[in-house]
């Protein structure tokens, strides 16, 4: 991941009270990680999600076992829209 997640980065819901009825994600969906790399947008929901990640304390950061298989993971990079679109 491109920088320290726990410096902070600014996220879409700090920028809700400034703008409350715009969009700023990119109009692509990435296919792949490196696309979404390339998109300062995608790079701050990657963010935003690790951040939440972190707050809810549903992971913890660990050294690779050297004796044990790693699950890998997979990002999906989809627009989330509400029941009004």
Known sequence: MIGDISRGVQTRSRL????????FVSSTEPK???????DVEWVNAIHEELNNFTR???????ERPKDHNVIGNKWV????????G
């Open 16 to 23: 809700a009270s400034f703008c409350e009825h715009f969009s």
């Open 32 to 38: 792949k990680m490196e696309e979404a790399l390339r």
């Open 56 to 62: 809810n304390q549903v992971w913890e950061l660990v």
């Open 77 to 84: 990079f989809q627009y989330k829209q509400d029941h009004m």
